[in-house]
C-alpha cells in the first residue's frame, strides 16, 4: 500500500505530459498574440502611410510665379549663353580643314588582269594639322538598312562559336559570299570551300571595304598609322581568332572592325588610317589607290577625305549655327514679351 504523501513513480510521465502541453500551449498562445500585434503595428503604420501628406498629395510646394521681369532675365541669359556657344563651336569648326579627293572612276581591279595602279594628285590650298585623319566615304551606300545589319553572327564574330550562321542569310556560305574553292584562307595553304559556313558570314562582312591607299608628300614616302583606328568596345569584344584554315579574313582586322560598326546615316564615311605630321600650304600629295571595291552595282561613288578634328569633333558649321539661332530667338523674345506685357496693360486701362 502507498502511503499518503508518498510520490506515485507511475503517474510521473502523466504529469509531465500534461506540463508540455501547457508549455506548448502557451508559447502558440504567446506566438498569437505577438503576431496579433505586430499585425495592428502594420495596419497602423499603413493608416499612418496611407494618410500621410505625401500620399495625400498635400506636401507644401513652392511654385514661383512668372514676372515680366525674370523673364526677360531668363531669355536674355538664355539667348547670350547659346550664342557665345554658338560662336565658339563656329571658331572650332573654322580650325578643321579637310580636303576630298574622288577616285570612283578609277580602273576597277579584280585580280584577274594587270592594272596599272590608280593615282590621285592633290596641292594643298590650306595647312591641315596634325594629326591628319584619313577617311573613306561611300556616297550611295545605305549602310543602315534594318535587313543589312542584321545580317552577321555575333557569336561567329566573338569566337564563341565558329560555325554559327542563323543571322547570315543571304550569305551563308563561302559561294554564297562569292569566294570560289581556289580562294585562299587566312592561312594561305587552305583553300575556302564553297558549301563551307563563311567565316565571318553576312551580308556586312560581305560587303567589307578593301580598298588601300600609299601616300606619297613632297615626293617622300609618308607612312599611315593603321592602329587603333576601331573602338576599344569593338577590339575587346571580337578579340578571339577563330580557326584560320576557315578565315577568309582576320576578324581582329581593325579594318574590319570599323566596318562591322555601322553608319547611323547614309553615305558612310569610315576611318582609315592617320598620318602623324603637319601637312602645310602647298604640300604635292601623291596618292596610289589599290582600288578594289566595286561601287558600280549601286550607282554609288567613292572619296578618300584627309582632315583634322578639334575638341568637338571635326567640321561642322549646323551645330554652331543652330545654337546662334536658338540664341537670337531667345534675345528676341526677352525684347518681345515686355512690349507685348505693356500692350496688354494699355489695353486693360482703356476698357
Request: charged share 25%.
Amino acid at each position: 500500500m502507498i502511503q499518503e504523501g508518498q510520490n506515485n513513480p507511475v503517474g510521473e510521465p502523466q504529469s509531465e505530459s500534461k506540463l508540455a502541453g501547457l508549455s506548448k500551449a502557451k508559447r502558440i498562445k504567446t506566438k498569437m498574440v505577438e503576431e496579433n500585434k505586430q499585425n495592428d503595428d502594420e495596419d497602423r503604420i499603413y493608416e499612418q502611410v496611407k494618410q500621410s501628406r505625401f500620399k495625400q498629395q498635400n506636401l507644401p510646394a513652392w511654385r514661383p510665379v512668372p514676372t515680366i521681369l525674370s523673364i526677360i532675365i531668363v531669355f536674355a541669359a538664355f539667348g547670350i549663353l547659346f550664342i557665345i556657344l554658338g560662336i565658339v563651336l563656329l571658331v572650332y569648326s573654322a580650325k578643321v580643314h579637310s580636303v576630298e579627293v574622288d577616285y570612283t572612276d578609277c580602273k576597277l581591279d579584280d585580280g584577274t588582269t594587270p592594272i596599272i595602279p590608280c593615282t590621285r594628285t592633290i596641292t594643298l590650298e590650306e595647312d591641315i594639322d596634325a594629326p591628319v585623319f584619313v577617311y573613306y566615304q561611300l556616297i550611295g551606300f545605305f549602310q543602315n538598312s534594318r535587313r543589312y545589319v542584321k545580317s552577321k553572327e555575333t557569336d561567329q564574330l566573338t569566337g564563341d562559336d565558329i560555325n554559327a550562321h542563323d543571322n547570315c542569310e543571304p550569305a551563308e556560305t563561302n559561294s554564297e559570299m562569292g569566294f570560289a574553292n581556289d580562294k585562299k584562307a587566312i592561312d594561305e595553304n587552305t583553300n575556302l570551300i564553297g558549301n563551307n559556313i563563311a567565316v565571318p558570314c553576312g551580308l556586312m562582312a560581305k560587303t567589307f571595304f578593301n580598298d588601300s591607299f600609299e601616300f606619297t608628300i613632297n615626293s617622300v614616302s609618308t607612312e599611315v598609322d593603321q592602329t587603333n583606328i576601331a573602338f576599344a568596345k569593338d577590339k575587346d569584344l571580337y578579340d578571339k581568332e577563330p580557326d584560320r584554315t576557315k578565315q577568309w579574313t582576320r576578324i581582329t582586322d581593325e579594318h574590319f572592325l570599323v566596318w562591322m560598326r555601322p553608319s547611323g546615316l547614309p553615305n558612310p564615311k569610315k576611318l582609315w588610317g592617320r598620318i602623324n605630321k603637319d601637312l602645310k600650304q602647298g604640300d604635292n600629295i601623291v596618292i596610289n589607290i589599290n582600288n578594289k571595291y566595286n561601287v558600280t552595282p549601286y550607282g554609288g561613288k567613292k572619296k578618300i577625305i584627309l582632315s583634322n578634328a578639334t575638341k568637338f569633333g571635326g567640321k561642322n558649321k549646323f551645330l554652331g549655327i543652330s545654337y546662334i539661332v536658338v540664341g537670337a530667338l531667345s534675345i528676341i523674345c526677352a525684347v518681345v514679351f515686355p512690349i507685348g506685357y505693356k500692350y496688354q496693360q494699355n489695353k486693360e486701362k482703356d476698357l
